[in-house]
């Protein structure tokens, strides 16, 4: 069955595309055999179909009339310039860095995309030899199974609804005008505006529980002059010191607080004073308990609080 | 229509214009090409064997059965109608842009004018941007680009390295082989002097990085594909572990780290196995979380946690 669809397509899609004139539906079906095989409605189903699926996959079909005196029939064909790949060039660093952003996607991704984009690319004559750099090697993947559906609808402005479960584990239902999708620490990020809210959200692919629904047709909503979803996406990593506090650390140890510390200086032989900026003190007290007696707060008041309390919770649990 | 059906109809559309102008190409390289496998090319030829602008010889497309199946290689003709492939799709564009800005954040300076060059290009012959962006983790830029000059005059790097799981810091001479993208972090995987073994070093964690004027000892190609690690932390049956119950509060953790849930029943908590690199982290961790986090075991760990707890409290109360 799938088959025979991708032959039909591809018969369609090459006869529209090597004639020089409008062809007429009666001409079409007479030169495609499943068409002419088919009974009328049966036709009339199957071609309104293939026609918005290569509309889907970008091909554009041009309707006009066959003849400039006798207006009476609609004809159909692709423009070469409309389908076709321009000359494109690139430098021979451009073209590499090219062919290294092809080996970014993993299958579960865009990898087979970036791989057509490339042959379709080569096929220009535009000349891929990688080796003409050495970069860091960036993985992307996609293994949310949400991705698919929702990149889809934000490239064609689709609003979409789905059941999401929110960090504190309750399900809700959500319907959403897709801006586009960022990647923060390995995860995938859905950014829009969510209708029930009124307000631009940021959704976890992972916590999408229900398959995406299509709520309307492409192009329903335009996505807002300016957006950027890193702006959007700010809100996921913590806020910009603004306390600081001074703490007494074992010399060589807490290595992760020094290499972000203000400065240090040494007490004695066996103690330095090193001074942290912070947002957070919750943050900041569980990264200092975590070193037990290797590191102690000097000030401010509050974080020693804070410490003194998570290390009264940890003895606790003494059995 | 299918995810499916529309990737096949782009792969073979994408190929009519590519084997006209690479006449005899092994079906291996054209499956290597496309990243599917020769069974799969071999069908999708068949197939387009199928088509064409008409049904009489000469109108449909014509593949070199012979030597398809004598020597593995394609010959195809009477596909004039279609010399160039069709523009880029939205998706195509969008995964070669997004690639593309996500090597941006990775590039050293001097890397940037190509890959906006090709950026530019790309974005002005699809005429829109994609609607897909990456943020990878900010890396002091002088490291990165001393690693990244190492890596490409095939140098060897001093490095001062901080290692956050046993806390302590080290200095070691290697021999850079790549730098990557795992979890969201940026690594490099080097030939390490001091260990004599491979070595993945995180690039936010690396404190100083001296680019030396000796060349590389062993480089990457000498290494066997085995040793290159591919994936950073798989828990194996020598991984420390520890079980733990989580107040609800931290039921986040179960997604941040290499945990499974476990099936037993504890009011109100969940009661997880937990993997960590090394003993110290997961002390570490407990520790953080202390309230949050209860450790069932290992016996070791649960004491080890109380004792820090106790003699840091005394250095409060004393």
């Known amino acids: 069955m799938a088959q025979r669809k991708t032959e039909r397509l591809m018969n369609l899609f090459f006869l529209l595309l090597a004639s020089n004139q409008y062809l007429t539906k009666e001409q079409i079906r007479a030169s495609i055999a499943e068409y002419r095989e088919s009974g009328t409605a049966a036709f009339e189903r199957k071609f309104e179909r293939d026609k918005d699926e290569l509309r889907e996959l970008g091909i554009a079909i041009e309707t006009g009339s066959r003849d400039a005196y006798f207006d009476d029939e609609v004809g159909y064909r692709i423009r070469r310039d409309d389908a076709e790949l321009p000359d494109l060039s690139f430098t021979r660093e451009e073209a590499a860095v090219i062919g290294l952003a092809a080996q970014v996607w993993d299958t579960a991704g865009l990898a087979g995309e970036s791989a057509t984009a490339v042959v379709k690319l080569k096929s220009i004559g535009v000349d891929i030899d990688t080796d003409a750099m050495r970069m860091v090697e960036p993985r992307l993947s996609a293994h949310e199974p949400a991705f698919d559906a929702v990149l889809t609808a934000a490239t064609r402005r689709i609003p979409v609804g789905f059941g999401y479960r929110r960090a504190d584990g309750t399900e809700t239902h959500r319907e959403v005008e897709p801006w586009g999708l960022i990647s923060v620490r390995d995860r995938w990020y859905l950014g829009g505006y969510d209708r029930d809210r009124q307000a631009p959200r940021l959704f ?116 | 229509m299918t995810t499916a059906t529309s990737e096949r109809l782009v792969r073979m559309l994408a190929m009519v214009p590519y084997l006209q102008s690479n006449a005899g190409l092994p079906v291996a390289d054209l499956a290597a090409t496309f990243g599917v496998s020769e069974a799969q090319i071999t069908k999708d030829l ?87 962006d990456v943020h990878l983790p900010a890396v002091d830029r002088r490291i990165k680009d001393t690693v990244l000059s190492a890596l490409s005059r095939g140098h060897q790097l001093d490095l001062e390295y901080v290692t956050d799981a046993r806390d302590d810091r080290s200095t070691r001479r290697v021999d850079p082989w790549r730098v990557f993208t795992e979890q969201g972090q940026l690594y490099l995987s080097a030939w390490c002097h001091r260990a004599t073994d491979v070595r993945t070093f995180r690039l936010d964690r690396i404190v100083a990085a001296q680019e030396t004027g000796d060349p590389v000892e062993r480089p990457v190609d000498s290494a066997p594909e085995s040793e290159i690690p591919a994936a950073l932390f798989t828990p194996g049956p020598d991984t420390p572990y520890a079980v733990l119950d989580l107040e609800p509060e931290a039921l986040w953790l179960v997604d941040a780290y290499q945990a499974d849930v476990l099936d037993e029943a504890v009011p109100g908590r969940t009661r997880v196995r937990l993997y960590g690199s090394d003993p110290s982290w997961l002390r570490r961790l407990a520790l953080r979380h202390a309230g949050l986090v209860h450790v069932v075991e290992p016996r070791d760990l649960a004491d080890a946690v109380v004792a820090q707890a106790r003699a840091a409290l005394a250095a409060y109360d004393g």
């Open chain 1, 204 to 319: 976890r692919l992972s916590r999408v529980t229900s398959e995406v629904s299509e709520l309307g047709a492409p192009g329903s909503y335009e996505v807002p002059e300016g957006v950027n979803l890193r702006d959007l996406a700010d809100a996921l990593f913590p806020p910009p010191p603004t306390e600081a506090a001074v703490l007494r650390v074992r010399a060589g140890r807490a290595q992760s607080l020094r290499r972000t510390a203000e400065r240090s200086e040494p007490v004695d032989e066996q103690t330095d004073r090193v001074f942290v900026r912070y947002a957070s003190t919750r943050v900041l007290a569980g990264e200092v308990v975590s070193f037990g007696p290797d590191v102690i707060v000097e000030s401010p008041e509050s974080l020693r609080e804070a410490v003194v309390a998570r290390l009264r919770a940890a003895i606790e649990e003494a059995p």
């Open chain 2, 46 to 132: 068949s197939v387009l064997m199928m088509t064409g602008v008409g049904e009489y010889h000469g109108e449909l497309i014509d593949i070199d059965l012979g030597a398809l199946e004598r020597d593995g290689v394609v010959y195809l003709r009477d596909a004039d109608f279609m010399p160039r492939p069709l523009k880029l799709t939205t998706r195509e564009a969008s995964a070669l842009i997004v690639a593309l800005r996500t090597l941006r954040q990775a590039a050293a300076g001097d890397q940037l004018p190509a890959i906006d060059g090709a950026l530019a290009k790309l974005e002005g012959a699809v005429g829109a941007s994609a609607p897909v």
